[in-house]
């Protein structure tokens, strides 16, 4: 080895070790952090000390996820792994993949018979004690079904199409099964879900409002009968959030306003708060920008509108159901919206006080296979 080789190894010695210094001077200096907004989750705090924690494993287990959600310039040093890995013609990352005209898609396997009869078997258990409340049942596809041209080639991702097959194989005939796969498939070339956020967008939700209210008997409200309003178009959503894929556009939102305008009550009922619209527009200036409807996730919600027929509806959910609920507000007087994810009440008894004419079951595909919450509907 030449004097040249050693002296430019030793450099590169001094420089990494330097390097290494620094950074684990900045991350004492640095602050913690308590939510990170590019990521919109909130992160790990510094673990309590215990000499039982320690000799479980569990100290040093929640002290690594500490150091990696609290290492300084966290923001940076992901944007920077996600571009080398485009560089190097990744396509994924975090179970989301790099789509064609900057869609970000998420990952989707396909469910095991058993997680499909399980959550069919928690609808019908809640069907045979409520027989007499009318029940709807959509399960929506997401831009992983209906979007997989934008795919890239060969990504190893389920099939919707066939487990939204299976399940409405399997729910009761006096359970109607909404299908909006064939009205979102012919429409696919609109923009029916954002680029940068697992949901489908207010159009998307516009198409399959018309789907149910053919179903319930409904008239549904022709597009012309309301203002489209673009309230937003700085949007990073979920999934720009969850794969650390940066230089992406921002997506817009819009809102659907009825143009004539009626009153309404938005009750958050285990908060004790209230609201007059179903839009809670000062999200708009927050990182998650589609809490703008219904104000995000709630245990239970209470609308109250005042229409003349008097109908109440229950909606059993996840977040797929709130950019759909404002359409559903211009048919009913009252609408319960619960999150199984959050609501610790009975459902059972909710349904006998509240007196509901009909109840609707809506979930993404993704979300209902993946979240077990649908299984302690009786509890």
């Known amino acids: 080895m030449t004097t040249y080789d050693k002296r430019t190894r030793a450099v590169t010695g001094l420089l990494f070790l330097l390097f290494i210094l620094m950074v684990a001077v900045l991350n ?16 790990e705090r510094k673990p309590p000390f215990s000499l039982r924690s320690l000799l479980a494993g569990k100290f040093t287990s929640d002290y690594e996820t500490y150091i990696t959600d609290q290492f300084a310039f966290r923001d940076v040093w992901i944007g920077l792994k996600t571009d080398a890995d485009r560089v190097m013609g990744k396509k994924d990352s975090n179970g989301v993949y790099m789509g064609k ?18 959550r069919v078997q928690a609808i019908h258990s809640i069907h045979q004690t409520t027989p007499d409340l009318r029940k709807y049942f959509m399960l929506v596809p997401t831009a992983a079904a209906l979007l997989r041209d934008k795919l890239p080639s ?47 967008t207010s159009k998307g939700a516009y198409y399959a409002y018309r789907v149910l209210c053919k179903q319930m008997g409904i008239v549904p409200k022709d597009e ?6 673009q309230v937003t178009d700085a ?49 708009l200036a927050k ?4 809490a703008v409807f219904l104000n995000g996730n709630h245990a239970l919600v209470r609308i109250t ?48 006080d509240r007196q509901f004419h009909d109840m609707l079951f809506l979930y993404n595909v993704k979300t209902f296979f993946e979240d077990t919450s649908i299984l302690n509907i009786m509890e």
């Open 305 to 352: 509108t005042g229409h003349p027929e008097g109908k109440k509806l229950l909606v059993m959910k996840d977040s797929y159901a709130n950019s759909l609920i404002p359409f559903l507000a211009e048919h009913f007087a009252e609408i319960d919206v619960v999150d199984l994810r959050y609501y610790e009440g009975s459902v059972t008894k909710l349904i006998q």
């Open 101 to 118: 005209d900057g869609y970000l898609i998420q990952h989707f396997s396909s469910p095991l018979d058993a997680e499909v009869n399980d």
């Open 287 to 290: 990182k998650d920008k589609y």
């Open 224 to 229: 012309a009968a309301f203002n489209i309003r």
């Open 28 to 43: 004492i200096l640095t602050h913690d952090q308590a939510f990170s907004e590019s990521e919109n989750r909130v992160l």
């Open 154 to 200: 060969y990504a190893p991702i389920g099939d919707e199409h066939a487990a939204l097959n299976r399940v409405r194989q399997l729910v009761p005939p006096d359970i109607r099964f909404v299908d909006v796969y064939p009205a979102l498939f012919a429409r696919r070339e609109e923009a029916i879900f954002y680029k940068t956020d697992h949901h489908w």
């Open 235 to 283: 949007f990073y959503g979920s999934l720009y959030s969850k794969s650390g894929f940066r230089h992406l556009q921002p997506d817009r939102i819009d809102l659907y306003l009825p143009k004539e305008e009626s009153k309404k009550k938005v009750e958050y009922v285990d908060e004790g708060r209230t609201a007059a619209s179903i839009y809670q527009m000062d999200n």
